[in-house]
């Protein structure tokens, strides 16, 4: 099926991206979920995606046409449990070993062992916090999940159902700020809240990693680029000068890790920056 790319570009939500078992699942409270999987199509064939409209029209061979809707069916164990037909509000994906992880506002609902697109009724954990969930991520087994001022780390169960583990708060003051403002790289797992960036190995420690530009969350960080020119007499009314000064506003902010500069880049769009850790 080819999906109007006007869709997509309607949503001004932030759009969770998960991979699992080589598929990318995708979406939103608004848009939906999706899932795309790569293909290899044979011969010189337009690999395009498709933008025509009518499905009688489409060619069938675009990256469109292997973007398909995500619909909840039953799983290998219908007989013995009823299955979710439906998830109302699912904001973000995550996964847990072999199954994938549905976020909505106070809950995670998993999937059946390898079957990301089956959920047992009932298969869910309740986030006993009334400020919703924001993002999930798995470390060494465990969930970390978070609202927009509380970390909890929880440890499931073993077995089919893995929903009656050990739910622990870790921080009562330090939350992430949306499904895309966490990331993790060489077993670690870092994200951006509205008081600074941390870290967690699995273990019950929340550990900051942005105490040297600390009044960026609290206050403002002079723009040294306006110091620069100013100081090197740079500066003249012919040229726009940037901001004296940056502060956090976490709208859209986005985290992600260079594998080949081995560093954090933290993009702040509404200041239009991107502050970059480096070890």
């Keep these: 099926n080819a999906y109007n790319t006007s869709v997509f570009a309607r949503d ?11 598929t990318l699942f995708f979406g939103n409270e608004s848009l939906g979920l999706y899932c795309y999987r790569p293909s290899a199509f044979i011969g010189n064939t337009c690999k395009a995606i498709d933008t025509i409209r009518s499905e009688a029209q489409t060619s069938g061979v675009g990256e469109s ?19 979710l037909t439906l998830i109302a509000n699912v904001k973000g994906l995550s996964k847990l070993g072999n199954r994938l992880v549905y976020l909505t506002d106070n809950a995670l609902y998993f ?14 954990l309740s986030l006993p916090t009334e400020s919703p969930i924001t993002a999930c991520r798995e470390i060494n087994g465990n969930l970390l999940v978070f609202t927009k001022n509380e970390t909890f780390l929880y440890q499931p169960t073993q077995g089919f159902f893995v929903n009656a583990g050990q739910l622990t708060k870790i921080s009562e003051s330090v939350g992430c700020l949306s499904i895309n403002s966490i990331t993790m790289f060489d077993n670690v797992v870092a994200w951006v809240s509205d008081t600074g960036v941390y870290t967690n190995t699995g273990n019950l420690q929340v550990s900051p990693i942005s105490d040297n530009i600390k009044p960026f969350f609290n206050s403002y960080l002079p723009n040294p680029l306006s110091s620069f020119r100013t100081q090197n007499g740079k500066a003249n009314q012919i040229y726009k000068m940037p901001k004296i000064s940056h502060q956090l506003d976490d709208t859209r902010v986005t985290l992600c890790y260079s594998t080949p500069l081995k560093a954090l880049m933290i993009t702040i769009p509404k200041e239009r920056i991107t502050l970059v850790h480096n070890n």
């Design 12 to 22: 001004a939500t932030q759009i969770s991206f998960t991979e699992f078992n080589d």
């Design 65 to 83: 046409s292997i973007i398909s809707k995500l619909n909840l069916v039953n799983g290998a164990f219908a007989d013995a449990y009823s299955y």
């Design 111 to 124: 999937s059946d062992n390898n079957y990301p697109s089956s959920v047992v009724a009932g298969h869910i």
